[in-house]
């Protein structure tokens, strides 16, 4: 499991990270095509403020052992500057792992054009 800070991310762009899986002994990628992933961003008082899901398709497997999530600029739009949490989870028939559970700190966006 990840625990630690994401790379800030501005609420005037979109946010797009890619997270690679591999296995610490073979070096080889992890399959993950038939795995569940969700994704929760929250603010200071507990409450969701972005998820993602590769249900819905928030979340892409754009190559094995790699998934993706990509928050637009409209979704971004709605975050106050701050700190967030966020956690990732993944998982396959009744097993579930907390990949991640960290922080991200939301800058306000300086252009408006």
Known sequence: MYTGYLAPASNRASWTEAVQLVDNESGDNIEISGCRI????????????????????????????TFQWDFSETQMSGLCPGAYSVGVRISQDDRVVQLLIGNINIMEGIDTQ
Not at 38 to 49: D, M, Q, S
């Open 38 to 65: 969700t994704l929760t961003v929250r603010n200071e008082n507990r409450n969701p403020v972005l998820t993602a899901s590769t249900d819905d398709g928030t979340i892409t497997l754009p190559q094995t052992g």
